[in-house]
Structures are given as structure tokens and as C-alpha cells.
């Protein structure tokens, strides 16, 4: 398997760790930093909110620079960030991280799928996506529930000191594995805003704003929900957070495969 590819999965691991990690802790973070479950929710919709509008400029604005920096760039301050959540002691200080993760995440990423494209063969492209985007529903069996559990051990906190050293694993990866020299972005702002404003393309988006919003409406809860209606604590709660990750994963990875066999379209049309 290319080496390539699995340091950009790892990179996606760790990002996706990252992003999810506060659905697992949620009644922890409330608890410790004095506010409502609710209100820590919003933790989850800034990082979305911040991701949305950074992701396409930040990626215009470092379109021209080399990729292998830019991705090693984006996760040293996704690290840095959840290293500052982890000593933080006020929800507006986690908020701030937040903001700041959904940044970084949203240069990795565009990145990372860019150069998964540019370094695969045209017939493997499909899974070379699904290795990479992976590495997120993978984050889901491991690194959410495992995050979940170590709140046991070390309060809230632990759990970001987690996601900053899977930080700093990953970027040695990315450091050894890719090389320089990746092909560069060379759309600018206003050419990715035109091609957003196609019919096909809003048609996409509106399709994947439905089905995310379906799933992580309930997700973003989901453990204040186990928790109040179905007595689901402690381990048994990170053990099922590994279920719902596990069938991510395998959805995941067929879905690559249905792509490059079946054509995306017939694919979407059935899963849908």
C-alpha cells in the first residue's frame, strides 16, 4: 500500500479525532467548564461554521504553496490548538481552540484529498480518496471512544492532550513520507466560488448538507443521549461509539470502491 497515502490518512485520523472528539465528552466538558450541555454543543457548530467559510479561502490564499509544508503547517496548529484546549480553564478559551482546529482543518483536508488525487492512478482515485477520508470514520472507531474512556482517568482535558499527540505522530509521518515538489492549487477564489454556483454543484452540496446535518444532529449528543435514556456510561458508552464507528468505516470504504466501479453517480443514487 502507498506510504503516501497512509501518512495522509493518519493525518485525516488525527483531524478527525479532533473534530468529533467533544461528542464523546460533552457532559464533561459542561460540567467542568460551567456551562450547559447545550451550550457546549456549540463547541461542535463553530468548529463546522468556522471550517465552512476558512476552508476555501484559506486554501485559495496557500494554493501556491508547497504541499507537503502546508499540510505539515495545518496539523502542527491543529496540535498546538488542542494542546492549548487541554489546559484551558474557560469555555470561551475552547471555543477560541476550536476556532482555530476548524482553520487547520480545513487547509489539511482539501490538501491532503489534492494530493492523495495527484500521486494515484486515474482507476484508483476513488479509493485513494476513501484511504485518506478513512482515516476520519477510522477516528471514529478509535479515537472518538478512546477519548471517551480516558475522561475517566483524567477529566476532559486528557482527552485533548490525546488529540495533540496523535498530532505530532502524525506530522512525523507526513515529514518522512510525502516529498516535496506535490503539485500546487491554482484555482483562485473567485473561480471556486463560480463553480460553487453551478446548478449540479449546489445541487451536491444541498444533498450533503442533508445528509450530514441527519446524521450529526443526533451525534453531536450523542452521549448526554445514551447517557440520560439508555443508563450507557463509562466504557459501555465508548463501546458504542466503536459500533456506530465501525459501520462509518465500512460504509466508507465500499463507497470508494462502488465509486470507481459503478461510477459515483449510480453509487450516491443507491446509498441515498
Do not use: C
Not at 486528557?158 to 491554482?186: C, D, E, Y
Amino acid at each position: 500500500m502507498d506510504t503516501r497515502l497512509l501518512s495522509l490518512a493518519g493525518g485525516a485520523f488525527a483531524i478527525g479525532t479532533g473534530s468529533l472528539i467533544v461528542t464523546g465528552i460533552l457532559p464533561h466538558l459542561a460540567s467542568g467548564l460551567a456551562v450547559s450541555v447545550d451550550t457546549a454543543g456549540l463547541l461542535i457548530s463553530i468548529f463546522a461554521l468556522a471550517y465552512a467559510i476558512g476552508s476555501p479561502i484559506l486554501s485559495t490564499v496557500l494554493g501556491d504553496a508547497d504541499r507537503k509544508l502546508v499540510l505539515a503547517g495545518a496539523m502542527t496548529v491543529f496540535g498546538l490548538a488542542n494542546l492549548g484546549a487541554a489546559f484551558a480553564t474557560d469555555f470561551w478559551v475552547v471555543m477560541a481552540a476550536r476556532i482555530v482546529m476548524a482553520l487547520s482543518a480545513g487547509v489539511f483536508m482539501p490538501a491532503a484529498n489534492a494530493v492523495a488525487v495527484a500521486v494515484s492512478a486515474p482507476e484508483r482515485r476513488g479509493r485513494a480518496i476513501a484511504l485518506v477520508t478513512g482515516g476520519m470514520t477510522v477516528s471514529l472507531i478509535l479515537g472518538v471512544p478512546i477519548g471517551t474512556a480516558v475522561v475517566g482517568f483524567g477529566g476532559w482535558h486528557l482527552a485533548f492532550l490525546l488529540v495533540a499527540l496523535l498530532s505530532v505522530l502524525s506530522l512525523v509521518g507526513l515529514l518522512a513520507k510525502l516529498p516535496r515538489g506535490l503539485p500546487r492549487g491554482t484555482n483562485t477564489l473567485r473561480e471556486r466560488l463560480q463553480v460553487a454556483g453551478r446548478g449540479d454543484v449546489l445541487l451536491a452540496l444541498a444533498t450533503t448538507m442533508l445528509w450530514t446535518t441527519g446524521a450529526f444532529v443526533l451525534y453531536t449528543y450523542i452521549a448526554p443521549f445514551l447517557t440520560h435514556h439508555a443508563g450507557i456510561v463509562g466504557p459501555w458508552l465508548a463501546a458504542t461509539l466503536v459500533v456506530s464507528g465501525v459501520g462509518s468505516a465500512l460504509g466508507n470504504q465500499f463507497g470508494g470502491v462502488a465509486s470507481d466501479r459503478f461510477g459515483p453517480e449510480r453509487s450516491l443514487i443507491v446509498v441515498l
